[in-house]
């Protein structure tokens, strides 16, 4: 991502009537303000798995596509949706509570206006310039107002540009003049502009800079400075290898920044002073070669130190730890969303409860309705109960005679990628719960694999629970069909995906025009498993307590899943509840 610095504040007040809330913010769980002090969201960043919910549900939040209604050949900049605005609002909240300024930051209606227009100027002249005039292309007043007052990127639309303007990375900012303009504590009111285009590097994006509150009365921080990354837990995603730390009235021209590492000294390079953005501020580079620090194989603190910092007639020395964590790494002993309560109910119902987890604001629950799944299939009658994906130019299902049919499922490569056969519905597994198959892996290139893969609710990624691998030579093909009995008892109380894959992601592969070709598969069973008859629409808890009144007798499940600021979280495990 291109930028260009900030040029000094100008004297400007923006317009701020029809502000829009904060996205996400729930009256009910965090006020704006208290007592007249801004509050917003917050977040306890001295709390590990705080910090990690925050992150997984508020940071990791997708914007929606096709997000843009203007025109380029007319000049048009149109407009954004809602809710990819939103989107970018809530990311550049997530920095600001991380960073323990006021999260609250709005929509400015009029400033998204100029700064749309800004954007397309941006995008239609392939260039960037706070200062344009009649001879660039879509040129308009609102495109010079707001080109005049606004962060100004290429490379990224939405939350992506907000996490591109605080790395600030590249030589012409090395004084992360965007990184503090969003971090500043006074700002309340913004514009957002984007514009996506067909080639990536060509995106433009903007935020309004100022709103007429610079240099007001400053709000109430956390830690009085403003640092990034901030003192407690960070994902290492966003720990950029330019580090700063800002204080109004500050003199860091004689200032030092120390950094250990484990206790001895962590080089660092401080970058050239630059005051005219944002607060005062001393900025240096970690010795990191990527737009981040690599993830960390345990969790990793570093120890700031900055000494010499001038504040009137005083001279003041700073210190904090930042802990560097990989957020898809839970804590030993971290819990996820439970419901507590009877395993056995009348239909009267019952009441449950919802344990509150760190950094949640609030909880949801659903019931789930299930049927016993005995699953018993082969190819003679189609699909069934599977569904396929992949090249889909060969025969899947194929004449082959094996121990008790005359058909079997076929999985080859005609290209790279995957071919999947999935169960076309989720189960929930028990402590019973096995999958058995019979298979016969044919002529195959040494970077062919087959596999069984589950996927668990709430999880991010796929887990192999079965794997065969072939020598590439056509001695090593299976010659005959032989069984395979997969135990999923460890994934008992979870609702899954699962499905056979047959992958190939690069080298050698033979093609299925012969039918000694691939990985063919017959008599699948699912034993001790529930289908879903029927889900229940997500429901607030009140007070981490709600009341269950089941519909009918059976087999029932019970579900929970964190809010944080009306966001939802990852879905807990499924408590058993028999309703008699």
């Known amino acids: 991502m291109r930028f260009l610095p900030q040029p000094a504040l100008l004297s400007l007040l923006l317009t701020a009537h029809a502000l829009c809330a904060p996205v996400g913010e729930d009256e009910h769980e965090q006020p704006s303000e208290i007592n007249g002090m801004r509050r917003g969201w917050v977040i306890d960043t001295q709390d590990r798995e705080a910090v990690r ?6 940071y990791r939040a997708a914007p929606p596509s096709g997000f843009w209604n203007g025109n380029l050949q007319d ?10 605005r939103e989107a970018s609002l809530a990311r550049i909240n997530w920095f600001r509570a991380m960073a323990g300024v006021p999260a609250d930051v709005q929509e400015d209606p009029a400033a998204t206006r100029k700064t749309q227009a800004a954007t397309l100027v941006v995008m239609a002249n392939h260039r960037i310039s706070h200062d344009i005039d009649a001879s660039w292309r879509c040129f308009s007043d609102d495109a010079k107002e707001g080109a005049s007052n606004s962060l100004l990127g290429m490379g990224a639309n939405g939350p992506e540009a907000v996490t591109n303007f605080m790395r600030d990375d590249g030589p012409e900012n090395a004084a992360v003049h965007h990184r503090r303009w969003l971090l500043y504590p006074q700002s309340k009111f913004i514009g957002l502009g984007d514009v996506p285009n067909a080639d990536k590097a060509q995106d433009a994006s903007g ?10 009365n400053r709000p109430h921080v956390v830690h009085d400075y403003v640092a990034w990354p901030p003192p407690g837990w960070v994902p290492y995603e966003v720990a950029f290898p330019r580090w700063s730390f800002s204080l109004p009235g500050a003199d860091f021209s004689a200032a030092t920044v120390t950094v ?3 206790g001895a000294p962590f080089a660092v390079q401080i970058e050239p002073p630059n005051d005219t953005a944002g607060e005062p501020s001393i900025v240096w580079r970690m010795d990191a070669a990527n737009d981040h620090l690599p993830r960390p194989v345990r969790d990793t603190s570093y120890h700031i130190i900055i000494d010499g910092v001038k504040l009137g007639s005083n001279v003041r020395r700073f210190a904090y730890d930042v802990k560097v964590f990989d957020p898809d790494a839970p804590a030993p002993g971290k819990h996820e969303a439970i419901v507590i309560g009877p395993a056995h109910i009348g239909a009267a119902g019952a009441i449950f409860a919802v344990p509150p987890q760190p950094g949640a604001t609030g909880s949801e629950w659903r019931a789930i309705y299930l049927q016993p799944l005995p699953l018993a299939q082969g190819a003679e009658h189609g699909y069934g109960a599977f569904s396929y994906a992949g090249s889909n130019d060969y025969p899947v299902i194929q004449a082959q005679v094996v121990a008790s049919s005359k058909q079997a499922f076929r999985l080859a490569h005609t290209h790279l990628g995957d071919e999947v056969l999935a169960l076309a519905q989720p189960i929930v597994a028990t402590a019973q719960t096995h999958l058995s198959f019979k298979s016969r892996r044919g002529v195959a290139g040494s970077d062919e694999v087959a596999n069984v893969d589950v996927l668990v609710e709430g999880r991010d990624d796929w887990e192999t629970v079965y794997t065969q691998r072939s020598d590439g030579t056509m001695a090593s093909a299976e010659k005959e069909f032989s069984a395979h009995q997969v135990d999923l008892s460890p994934y008992a109380g979870r609702l899954l995906q699962l499905r056979f894959r047959y992958a190939f992601a690069n080298g050698s592969y033979f093609t299925p025009d012969d039918a000694r070709v691939g990985w063919y598969l017959d008599d699948i069973r699912l ?12 429901t607030r808890s009140a007070g981490g307590k ?9 087999e029932w499940r019970l579900q929970a899943r964190p809010l944080v600021y009306r966001a939802a979280g990852d879905w807990g495990p499924l408590a058993a509840v028999t309703v008699e």
């Open 53 to 58: 919910l925050f992150w997984r549900v508020r």
């Open 75 to 84: 000049c048009n900049p149109g407009e954004t949706l809602k809710a990819h």
């Open 207 to 216: 935020f309004t800079a100022f709103d007429g509150l610079y240099g007001s």
């Open 260 to 262: 250990e590492l484990a």
């Open 527 to 538: 034993d001790g498993a529930y289908r879903v008859v029927s889900m229940g629409e997500p």
């Open 546 to 554: 709600f009341e269950f009144k089941p519909e009918r007798s059976g």
